[in-house]
């Protein structure tokens, strides 16, 4: 069984500039979630996406959006950095969508530096 | 909105030896999972243990167990026998069963430390 992936590990990029991090659920995982976690902090719920639609979102701005494609794999965008979006963020997986075993399973993350 | 209160930044225990950590949660909700989630330094958000609020019986995993409180609000994790690999961050985290999706809230962590 594969475990979820993401890449890039890390990423540098400045103020104003566009970024996409990518996410492979673990097999068998339709359903893809994304979290910022701030260092210091307990990560913080952006969206999370469920046969291609998004299936809820946290408060995060329009300036963060995603994908989600056929294969169940899924991006997250963000539009126009701001120094406050510099972070660890966590792609999570899991099956189906509110039953018991809905436990999510997380990616190793991606560092996302604004300068 | 629910909210995860992990009021111990830090705790540090003996190896071998017993340590609990501590979480309440604000919530209306009558049913809702629970999560510990353990991050060591690689980062990966490792599960630790879940407890269905429905349940009155504390979760249990090798070392670690849970005590849940429910009209308490209260969920600590206690680990038995502690070992080196143990040391890292944990996160308490709930999930409602009535939103869509299964969006996690979080606490705000507490760093474990053990001596050898």
């Known amino acids: 069984e594969t475990g979820v992936t993401q890449s890039p590990t890390h990423l540098i990029k400045t103020r104003g500039q566009q970024v996409t991090l990518r996410c492979s659920s673990q097999s068998g995982h339709n359903t893809v979630s994304w979290y910022q976690q701030a260092l210091g902090q307990g990560p913080q719920f952006i969206f999370q996406y469920y046969r291609e639609e998004e299936n809820g979102r946290g408060n995060f701005p329009p300036r963060f959006s995603g994908l989600q494609f056929p294969n169940y794999s899924s991006e997250l965008n963000v539009n126009a950095l701001e120094l406050d979006d510099s972070a660890l963020y966590l792609c999570?997986?899991?099956?189906?969508?509110?039953?018991?075993?809905?436990?999510?399973?997380f990616g190793p993350g991606t560092r996302l530096t604004v300068l | 909105a629910q909210t995860v209160t992990q009021s111990q930044p830090e705790m540090s225990v003996q190896e071998a030896e017993t340590v609990t950590l501590s979480c309440t949660y604000d919530?209306?909700?009558?049913?809702?999972?629970l999560f510990w989630y353990k991050q060591p330094p690689s980062r990966q958000m490792i599960l630790v243990i879940r407890?269905?609020?429905?349940?009155?019986q504390n979760a249990t995993e090798n070392r670690f167990s849970v005590n849940f409180q429910k009209a308490a609000k209260s969920f600590s994790l206690k680990i038995s026998d502690s070992q080196l690999g143990d040391a890292a961050m944990y996160f308490c985290a709930y999930r409602s069963v009535y939103n869509a999706g299964n969006m996690l809230t979080f606490g705000g962590g507490t760093r474990l430390m053990v001596k050898p």
């Open positions: 999570a997986s899991s099956s189906a969508s509110g039953g018991a075993a809905d436990t999510q399973y």
């Open positions: 407890q269905e609020a429905y349940k009155q």
């Open positions: 919530t209306s909700e009558s049913d809702y999972y």
